[in-house]
């Protein structure tokens, strides 16, 4: 009925897909920061698609469990085992009783996601089982994992899977199960203050390599480098910004919003990286490079629409594997 | 009235270009248009937002696509049935989370020395002493022009003038919640622990927000809002 957190890792969060309704009030979205691969992973466990799940940033979790137990994870180049028995990304296993999860840090990409089949137990708050560790609420006491903490887990119907003790021979579509991109290009739509910046300005976005800082987290993916100064320095009025949202702060250096980021901002919004991309956004780290490239606002809604439908496809394939 | 993408699953709807030279106008007419968004519950709308001379709209464009818009077209399709909407009266005033808008809050400040490091500062800048500066702003009427920064956190329109003063130039890593700060032209409360560059000058015992009830925000966009001074017992009292 519950897992043991042995190591909670580098930060480890519960997660579903998010919280919606209150944005009027300042609540943040949070939730999985690629929302696809927590539905994937749920998905290949016969969860719901936004039952909670656990994020994994930059590895170092270890989870005891306490009875059976369908695992699958989606996200970077983490090396994951099951005992000693490596569980690749997209696949499904079954844990048995008193066997460890591991997850070593990731050689490339930052973040993973971890379905269990009958999903983590939390309150729902406001709608969500996210954890806003912003604001301390929703999730494990609105705090990530420590070690030592005891997590519930909703009962499950064994029947509903095939998984048996052996690693499953298939899997999710690898594209979806390791999203992870070295210097990955990241396709987005102009912003609202696109023409506040000039022609340099413009021309640095679309074509230089931006570094990925060390202090990019949930809230946002930050930059080092190359800056991109704008003419005008007016003060903006304060509107809504966006998982996705990319936004310039008077030192040049941007900010690609995720998750966590505030309802609200006043700096000039460059640019929005397409829904489709937040999945490799996700598993930006230091040091990473990224490149911008534009689509237009119907491509953006063709590829989310497209995504879909293979999903679709993918839900159906699922069903037809079960017993 | 402008309506312009926020990437590919929101966009910005614009009522008013400057919020400044007409704050009272500009709130109104926000509300209003949140108000007709509310009720044309036009599909694939997920939620609306105010701030200042928007209201954000965020969608599904999945749910757009299915009424049989192409991909190519969903972001015309919501724009064209939001420029519709507008032309609709408020039908329900109430209907807006649950409680007829704009209310008025009366919210009890405590000015007490140990509630306010920085209301020298304030003081020495508007050229006022202390007392006066606790006067004005507790006697001013304000109103609600957007809830952000975190959950709860309302930015107050209405500020006397000779209190506005400029953010610290260091801001503090941790202030304690119910702390209530001038930011340039705008006052507001810290309804959590967070850090924050305002000029601190008060405290107030309520809670701004509360995830465990509906709606968590004490305040809502457009509501006015009143101080009432109190002193360090009330203070302790109310906090209990």
Redesign the interface.
């Known amino acids: 009925m519950q897992i043991t957190v042995r190591r909670a890792g580098f930060l480890t969060s519960v997660q579903d897909l998010g919280r919606t309704g209150f944005r009027e009030f300042g609540v943040s979205t949070s939730g999985a920061l690629d929302s696809f691969a927590l539905r994937v992973a749920n998905l290949l466990v016969s969860n719901d698609e936004g039952a909670a799940g656990l994020e994994i940033t930059l590895g170092g979790l270890q989870l005891r469990f306490d009875d059976e137990r369908i695992v699958a994870w989606c996200g970077g180049e983490f090396d994951v085992r099951v005992g000693a028995t490596p569980l690749p990304a997209g696949h499904v296993c079954l844990v048995s009783t008193g066997e460890q999860l591991k997850f070593s840090a990731p050689k490339v990409g930052c973040r993973a996601w971890l379905a269990i089949s009958g999903a983590i137990d939390v309150p729902l708050v406001l709608g969500s089982r996210s954890t806003d560790l912003r604001a301390g609420f929703g999730g494990c006491d609105g705090r990530a994992l420590r070690d030592g903490d005891q997590l519930y887990l909703r009962e499950f119907r064994r029947s509903q899977t095939a998984a048996t003790e052996e690693i499953s021979s298939w899997s999710a579509p690898y594209d979806w199960a390791s999203p992870t991109k070295r210097d990955p290009v990241l396709r987005f739509v102009r912003g609202i203050d696109w023409e506040r910046f000039d022609a340099s300005a413009l021309q640095r976005f679309t074509s230089e390599a931006f570094a990925v800082s060390p202090d990019s987290d949930r809230m946002g993916v930050r930059f080092d480098s190359p800056e991109l100064k704008r003419e005008d320095n007016v003060d903006l009025t304060s509107e809504a910004v966006a998982p996705g949202t990319i936004q310039v702060p008077p030192s040049g250096k941007p900010i690609l919003l995720l998750g966590d980021c505030q309802t609200i901002g006043g700096y000039p919004k460059i640019a929005h990286v397409i829904t489709v991309d937040l999945s490799m956004a996700a598993q930006l780290r230091a040091g990473d490079y990224v490149r911008f490239s534009e689509v237009s606002l119907p491509d953006a809604h063709r590829l989310l629409l497209e995504r879909e439908r293979e999903l679709e496809r993918f839900r159906i394939g699922l069903s037809l594997q079960g017993p | 009235m402008e309506i ?7 966009l ?1 709807v ?1 009522v008013r270009e ?2 400044e030279d007409a704050p009272e106008e500009t709130l109104d007419q926000v509300l209003r248009t949140l108000q007709q968004l509310r009720n044309a519950a036009i599909p694939g709308v ?9 209201v ?1 709209v ?1 969608f599904d ?2 749910t757009v ?1 299915k009424t049989g818009e192409m ?5 015309n399709w919501l724009a064209a049935r939001i420029r519709a909407s507008a032309g609709q009266r408020a039908r329900d005033r109430r209907s807006l ?1 649950g409680r007829s808008l704009p209310q008025i809050v009366e919210i009890p400040i405590c000015y007490d020395a140990e509630f306010a490091p920085d209301l020298d500062d304030v003081a020495d800048r508007a050229e006022l002493s202390t007392k006066e500066v606790v006067d004005l702003h507790s006697t001013a009427e304000y109103r609600v022009a ?8 309302p ?1 107050l329109a209405g500020l006397p003038q000779k209190l506005a003063t400029p953010r610290r130039d260091t801001p503090r890593k941790e202030i304690p919640p119910g702390s209530v700060g001038i930011g340039g032209a705008q006052t507001g409360i810290y309804p ?3 850090p924050g560059g305002w000029n601190l000058i008060g405290r107030t015992p309520l809670k701004l ?1 509360d ?2 009830k ?4 004490l305040l ?2 457009g509501d006015r809002v009143r101080f009432r001074t109190i002193s360090k017992e009330e203070f302790e009292a109310l906090k209990r």
Not at chain 2, 4 to 10: K, R, T
Request: with cysteine; glycine share 6%.
């Open positions: 312009i993408p926020l990437g590919d699953s929101a910005i614009r400057q919020f997920v939620e609306v937002a105010p701030a200042y001379t928007t954000a965020f464009p999945l696509a991909s190519s077209e969903v972001f989370a957007c809830i952000g920064f975190v959950p709860g956190f930015f959590l622990r967070s927000f995830p465990t509906n709606p968590p925000a809502h966009a």
